[in-house]
């Protein structure tokens, strides 16, 4: 079984430019999630889908932040403009609803670096 | 509100010895519980997981978990360390709405 895919897995940009994520979720999968791993910090959930629709994104920064899942399954996040402290990784996970617990599988991640 | 802390930010062990890594976490219900292991440039494996019943749990590649509900603590434990378990290890509370720790990295000596 494929797991999580994304891409790019790295990134430089320069402050204020543009940036965009993509993940893949494992086939079946109905809730996706992105996560901030700032260096030295543990994962950080930014939002949650569950198929095209947002469960939960409280901590998602939105004057600067978005994402979306069209069709339910593929997932973009963006950012615009970038700032120095989004230098981070961004995880996505996902998971198959069943029952109270979903156990989250988690890609690789994309390193953000911005200068 | 839920909250994981993880005491040891860096812990060195030789290869074959025992290891513990710490775990204390805030929560106003029983808690669903986890340690997820992280390698370098990788994404997060889940280790193990603790929903209710019996408080040792078993996990992948020798790693069991103790929960200990008047200590708030689920501490990570392996009996013998290969060197291929150095990584960043994390500690996490709750379900879909999931807490980690800040993470313990784990340096295994010849």
């Known amino acids: 079984e494929a797991g999580v895919a994304q891409s790019p897995r790295y990134k430089i940009i320069e402050?204020?430019?543009?940036?965009?994520?993509?993940?893949?979720?494992?086939?079946?999968?109905?809730?996706?999630?992105?996560?901030?791993?700032?260096?030295?910090?543990?994962?950080?959930?930014?939002?949650?889908?569950?198929?095209?629709?947002?469960?939960?994104?409280?901590?998602?920064?939105?004057?600067?932040?978005?994402?979306?899942?069209?069709?339910?399954?593929?997932?973009?996040?963006?950012?615009?403009?970038?700032?120095?402290?989004?230098?981070?990784?961004?995880?996505?996970?996902s998971s198959y609803v069943k029952g109270s617990y979903n156990e989250q599988f988690f890609g690789p991640g994309t390193r953000l670096t911005v200068l | 509100a839920q909250s994981v802390t993880q005491p040891d930010i860096h812990i060195t062990v030789s290869e074959g010895a025992s290891l513990e890594l710490r775990c204390n976490y805030s929560y106003g219900a029983t808690p669903y519980l986890f340690w997820y292991v992280q390698s370098p440039g990788q994404g997060l494996q889940l280790l193990l997981k603790y929903f209710s019943g019996d408080t040792l749990v078993q996990g992948i590649k020798g790693f069991e978990a103790e929960f200990k509900r008047s200590q708030s603590s689920f501490n990570l434990r392996k009996p013998s360390v290969h060197w291929s378990d150095a990584a960043e290890y994390f500690c996490a509370v709750g379900g879909n709405d999931m807490r980690f720790g800040a993470g313990t990295r784990l340096t295994v000596k010849p």
């Open chain 1, 15 to 93: 402050k204020r430019q543009s940036v965009a994520f993509w993940c893949n979720p494992i086939s079946g999968h109905a809730t996706l999630y992105w996560y901030q791993q700032i260096l030295g910090q543990g994962p950080k959930l930014l939002i949650q889908f569950q198929n095209n629709g947002v469960v939960d994104d409280s901590q998602l920064p939105k004057d600067r932040f978005s994402a979306e899942r069209l069709k339910g399954v593929d997932s973009t996040l963006k950012i615009q403009p970038a700032k120095l402290e989004d230098s981070a990784v961004y995880l996505c996970a």
